[in-house]
């Protein structure tokens, strides 16, 4: 029996997570969920965006499953998904964009796995108004060589482990010569250690022109955490947007998954929400638990739901009547009808 840490999070979040954590229970992995809470709905009840029983709960099990949690723009509470991301060291963000049969996209053979560094540079949260007139102010971008290497790292282990053929690695090193330049020279050091991978960088206004070009040519990217949080969000819109885009933020000590997209408060309570992202998302906490076969099964019943088009939420296909929780019904009747003997 494992123990994992269960947050719904805001909005759309306790929807979508409760269909994941019925689809996990339809593969038979025995899981305990402990609930815990965080974001606006933290808020509403104990007035603290992460109370201290959540931190201790992840700290405990070391695994969670976290719903997307609101945050307001420049005002409020600092990003809760920042704070537990730096709280846990969570410093890869991990985030999968691989083309769906049955999903609508320009793109058919995408299948690139992104590695973004996850606590350092324009998220560090040192930033500061320079007046009290508020005339300027700035955010200070660090990037340490530490920092570089343990994610390039990461991204050359995964595509050592998982066969693939090659990375790329992203910057600005060009204009950001301390901060760019640091992380392109970890990254060529680190390179030359793996030279059965392929190596070569790009700089990020080039690169976000290739993938939407030619999206083919990329297999694991790597960079920086701001470049990594746009690019990632691009990936997602190549494969059909948000709505199937899993992701995984991984330290040493605890890995929190989600899915890429927030907390769509526009189609909140409204059984709209597209499950897939969450869902895959979970797949890929399996995999994390070692219960590869459950993965692969809750995987594949997802690409079968998508294939067929017909029990998928709106923003899949605009004819259908599918909710959130039609959908997740659907997936776990395709995991029951292919249950090992
Ligand atoms: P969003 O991802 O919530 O929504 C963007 C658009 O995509 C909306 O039109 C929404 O309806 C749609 N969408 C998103 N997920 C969907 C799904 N599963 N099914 C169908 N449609 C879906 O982005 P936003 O509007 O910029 O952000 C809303 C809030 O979420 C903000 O407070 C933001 O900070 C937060 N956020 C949280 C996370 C996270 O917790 N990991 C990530 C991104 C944004």
Redesign the pocket.
């Known amino acids: 029996m494992y123990t994992v840490t269960l947050i719904p999070?805001d909005?759309?979040g306790p929807s979508?997570v409760e269909a994941a954590t019925r689809v996990i229970e339809s593969t038979g992995v025995p899981i305990q969920w402990e609930v815990a809470a965080a974001g606006l709905a933290a808020v509403d009840i104990v007035k603290d965006p992460l109370p201290q029983s959540t931190i201790d709960s992840v700290k405990k099990n070391g695994v969670a499953l976290k719903g997307?949690?609101?945050?307001?723009l420049g005002k409020g509470f600092r990003s809760v998904?920042v704070a537990l991301r730096k709280e846990f060291d969570l410093y890869i963000n991990l985030r999968p964009a691989k083309s769906f049969e049955g999903v609508v996209s320009r793109y058919k053979d995408v299948d690139i796995v992104m590695f973004r560094e996850n606590i350092e540079e324009f998220y560090s949260g040192i930033e500061h108004y320079i007046d009290a007139q508020k005339s300027a102010a700035e955010t200070i971008g660090v990037v340490t060589r530490f920092g570089s290497e343990r994610i390039v790292r990461a991204a050359f282990d995964y595509a050592r482990k998982h066969g693939r053929k090659k990375v790329t690695l992203v910057h600005k090193a060009n204009i950001m010569k301390f901060t760019g330049g640091l992380f392109l020279d970890v990254g060529k050091s680190v390179a030359a250690e793996y030279p059965d991978i392929t190596f070569d960088d790009k700089i990020v206004d080039n690169m976000a022109m290739q993938l939407v070009m030619k999206p083919e040519q990329f297999d694991v990217i790597v960079t920086t955490n701001l470049f990594g949080d746009i690019l990632s969000d691009l990936c997602s819109g190549l494969v059909g947007g948000?709505?199937v885009a899993p992701g995984a933020n991984i330290g040493t000590t605890a890995a929190i998954f989600?899915?890429?997209?927030?907390?769509?408060?526009?189609?909140a309570g409204k059984n709209?929400?597209?499950p897939s992202?969450i869902i895959l998302a979970s797949a890929m906490m399996l995999e994390h638990l070692g219960e590869t076969a459950a993965a692969t099964r809750v995987h594949r019943a997802v690409e079968a739901i998508l294939k067929q088009g017909t029990h998928v939420?709106r923003?899949l296909n605009p004819q259908s009547t599918t909710g959130t929780k039609e959908m997740a019904d659907a997936i776990i009747r395709e995991i029951k009808a292919n249950q090992p003997e």
Do not use: K, Q, R
């Open positions: 999070g909005g759309i979508i997307p949690l609101t945050t307001l998904n948000l709505g989600e899915a890429v997209h927030g907390s769509a408060p526009d189609i709209l929400a597209n992202a939420t923003d």
